[in-house]
């Protein structure tokens, strides 16, 4: 396993993480789990990515005991804030106040006394962002976080919060988790660059389009799929994605790679990149995502890549 700092910060995560969103607590049950989180760790894996939206914080529970007798510092774990967890008009949002008790909540469930990173999960218009940037320099500042970030963010609202911080010299955000994969690439317009001015890693989720680039639905939908079950996946699920993954599958194939490493391993050609957040549901998913961190794809494999997706986003010109 190879490893990464989280942009500017002496903080190092594995190229390849692991992360709780669509699975743990959920589809794949405490039992199945344990062995799934062991088998990463002892791959390499040390960074762990989940949220108290993730079944409503059953993923923070069950990934909790699985680790429970994991050391400590060996690990970085990060949660995530925003998302309504009860009616609660409080119960969501950036407002300190929900800061404030969902941290203790997600540090009960998961069983420690600090996270090493905790992102917004999503921006609050209706909450200031100071108060925002006052509430988490406060958590680093009480030890319940060493690290604080941001999740789904524009680049412009990234450059208000780290503006923000440098005028009150509080602790900035250190990285920012976007969407990033091969047929998603939104963020290397502006939301990169940005992070990269700012001194922020960038720690990607569905790297693999839900799905989509691990090459299964190349020959239709399988029935125990989730295919187009999922508004993402909907609009990634078009004839045009399969065509460029066929011929994805094929590059990889020559290069005796599955589809995933091709994917997870483009991925890691940007510098920028402090990881990828894959999401498993078995061992075996751990010990071929892992894989991945040892492929470095040649110019001319890359070149091939960009032909067929043909994707780049571009700035309009006027």
């Not at 990173?117 to 060493?146: N, Q, S, W």
């Not at 999401?279 to 991945?292: C, H, L, P, R």
């Amino acid at each position: 396993m190879n490893y990464r700092r989280i942009g500017k910060s002496g903080l190092k995560v594995s190229e390849i993480a692991i992360g709780g969103w669509l699975t743990y607590g959920g589809p794949v049950s405490a039992r199945e789990t344990a062995p799934i989180m062991k088998a990463a760790v002892d791959l390499g894996i040390n960074f762990i990515d989940l949220a108290d939206i993730y079944t409503k914080g059953k993923a923070e529970e069950v990934v909790g005991k699985a680790i429970k007798d994991f050391k400590r510092s060996d690990l970085v774990i990060s949660s995530k804030v925003f998302w309504p967890m009860s009616e609660n008009i409080n119960d969501r949002g950036l407002s300190r106040k929900h800061i404030m008790e969902s941290i203790d909540n997600s540090l009960s469930r998961i069983g420690t006394d600090y996270l090493d990173i905790y992102f917004c999960h999503r921006f609050d218009p209706e909450t200031e962002i100071e108060e925002v940037v006052r509430a988490m320099d406060d958590l680093v500042h009480r030890g319940k976080i060493l690290y604080w970030g941001t999740s789904v963010w524009t680049a412009a609202q990234i450059e208000r919060a780290a503006g923000i911080a440098r005028d009150l010299r509080a602790y900035p955000p250190a990285v920012e988790q976007p969407r990033y994969n091969m047929i998603d690439r939104h963020i290397e317009l502006d939301i990169m660059p940005s992070c990269a001015k700012n001194g922020m890693g960038l720690t990607v989720w569905s790297p693999l389009a839900q799905g989509l680039l691990t090459g299964k639905y190349n020959d239709g939908i399988p029935e125990d799929s989730r295919g187009g079950s999922t508004d993402w996946l909907k609009n990634d699920l078009t004839d045009e994605n399969l065509k460029k993954v066929r011929k994805l599958s094929e590059i990889a194939k020559s290069l005796e790679l599955s589809m995933p490493q091709l994917a997870l391993a483009w991925i890691l050609r940007r510098p920028e990149i402090s990881c990828a957040i894959t999401g498993a549901t078995s061992v075996d998913q751990v010990e071929k995502n892992v894989m991945a961190s040892q492929v470095k794809l040649d110019d001319d494999t890359l070149r091939e890549i960009e032909n067929i997706l043909d994707n780049r986003p571009r700035k309009w010109a006027f």
